[in-house]
């Protein structure tokens, strides 16, 4: 990962502001050999209340935590998601199993929908 990763990564606040500087130092320590710890730590830090507490208003300049090296050290908790891939809506559910003991329409009900929507559709 690069600087620009880092970057990217860094959330949005009052305080994001002076890149080149940022790149400047970033370079100057030779940051890409700690950039995977760096941007994993960095996107734990999103995470927490800290962070999130009055819209981002505690969140550091970019510059600050490079000058301050805050992800030195730091233990960083794996960050998990739990999202539920095979969610069902009950409703839907309930749909779907009514529907499989409901009878069959009869062709001739059918066939007069068919008739109906033609006739409407010429209208």
């Not at 009950?90 to 929507?117: C, F, G, H, W, Y």
Request: charged letters at 35%.
């Amino acid at each position: 990962m690069t600087f620009e990763d880092f970057w990217a990564e860094w959330p949005k606040s009052v305080r994001k502001g002076g890149k080149s500087a940022c790149k400047a130092k970033w370079d100057k320590l030779n940051l890409d050999i700690e950039s995977d710890q760096i941007i994993k730590h960095v996107r734990w830090m999103k995470t927490t209340d800290a962070w999130k507490k009055s819209e981002g208003a505690f969140i550091p300049a970019p510059l600050v935590y490079i000058n301050q090296m805050r992800w030195d050290g730091a233990e960083v908790p794996e960050v998990t998601v739990n999202v539920s891939i095979n969610f069902k809506d009950p409703a839907l559910e309930k749909i779907e199993q009514d529907s499989k003991k409901a009878a069959p329409m009869p062709e001739n009900v059918r066939q007069k929908l068919r008739d109906l929507t033609k006739a409407l559709k010429s209208a």
